[in-house]
């Protein structure tokens, strides 16, 4: 009896505590003209669709607009807390984790019973769960799959939710870190994971050698594979605006020489690091082609649901000072990904 009513009490505070607490709504802001005249620049060197979550209607819900940040328009619906969207390889359809109580904070992803994973066309039609209790979820394997967390565990599925099967076994393969963003290479041999809760560490797991290898010194997370090989990149907190990222090539079995400093094996790793006080970069994603970066990034705060980040776009290989700031509101945004059209 007691422990079923301090449960109860447990769940009310949690309704209630979802009920006052909120993201900003914000409002939209003005670009400079150094910022309108990057986004004229723009238009035609870029082609495909953007997803990204966004508080700027209340609660956070998937947003849609073209690569060139033009025809920005919402495709998720509810009351929901909505957010990491990716895109399915053929561009179709858009997979995003939602919370199960209205307002749910992205600090509460360590917790899947407070999470399902979604998916909607990319129109905005055919919403509906896939995978209950579950966070993190992204494609695999060209679509066909998708990977997602359960607390310390990976999972695998069918591209439709089905066939589920654990991939990764935390407490006895990861140190009993909670798994977070998971992220397969193209090869299907490698995972990139970052960890979290009692076990603070980003790094790959062998799926055939089932061994686990911390890559980051010092910190780090969101780590992810560009497109084709074993070739990383990631968020470390060093950098003009407290972060910067990085990129860095691994071996066949996913580990790398010693770390010194901001060198792997001789080779600077800095990778990009914004100009100016809106240098917080977080939420990197590669375009499928390799040409292009998508990220957040903010001028003052760290929350990833709460603070005003913003969307950028980076032509690959280009300086840095180049890249184009995509959305302007003073809201929360978030997790942007990007599909582009092949030629």
């Known amino acids: ?7 109860a009490i447990w769940i009310a505070a949690l309704v209630a505590s979802s009920a006052l607490a909120g993201p900003p709504m914000g409002k939209p802001v003005e670009p400079t003209p150094a910022e309108s005249q990057a986004l004229m620049a723009l238009k035609g060197k870029v082609h495909g669709v953007i997803a990204w979550s966004t508080s700027r209607e209340g609660n956070h819900k998937i947003w849609l607009m073209n690569a060139d940040g ?7 619906s509810g009351t929901k807390t909505d957010w990491y969207p990716k895109i399915s390889p053929d561009g179709k359809h858009v997979l995003f984790t939602r919370s199960k109580l209205d307002w749910q904070s992205e600090t509460d992803a360590n917790y899947p019973e407070r999470w399902d994973t979604w998916i909607v066309g990319i129109d905005g039609t055919g919403e509906k769960m896939l995978v209950p209790h579950s966070t993190w979820a992204t494609w695999a394997e060209g679509g066909k799959s998708i990977l997602f967390a359960r607390g310390v565990d990976i999972w695998k599925a069918n591209s439709d939710g089905s066939q589920e099967q654990k991939l990764v076994d935390g407490e ?8 977070q963003n998971p992220h397969l290479s193209e090869d299907g ?3 990139a994971i970052t960890l979290r809760g009692k076990q603070r560490e980003v ?7 089932r061994k686990w290898f911390a890559s980051a010194e010092g910190g780090g997370c969101q780590m992810a594979f560009f497109p084709g ?6 968020v470390n907190p060093t950098g003009n605006g407290g972060t910067e990222l990085y990129a860095y090539d691994l ?3 996913g580990t790398h020489a010693p770390q010194s400093g901001t060198t792997i094996g001789g080779k600077d790793i800095r990778w990009i690091d914004l100009p100016g006080r809106r240098s917080h970069e977080y939420f990197p994603q590669v375009s499928p082609d390799g040409k292009w970066l998508v990220w957040c990034a903010t001028d003052r705060g760290h929350d990833h649901d709460i603070v005003d980040y913003e969307v950028h776009l980076w032509r690959i290989g280009t300086p840095a000072d180049q890249a184009t700031r995509l959305t302007f509101h003073s809201g929360n945004d978030r997790w942007p990904d990007i599909h582009v059209e092949r030629p």
């Open 1 to 7: 009896m007691h422990r079923f009513h301090g449960m």
């Open 229 to 234: 090989g074993h070739k990383v990149y990631r």
């Open 203 to 209: 790094g790959t797991f062998n799926l055939q050698t």
């Open 70 to 76: 033009t025809n920005p328009h919402r495709i998720s």
């Open 189 to 191: 041999k490698l995972l």
């Open 172 to 179: 006895k393969e990861l140190k009993g870190g909670i798994a």
């Open 251 to 253: 071996s066949a079995e």
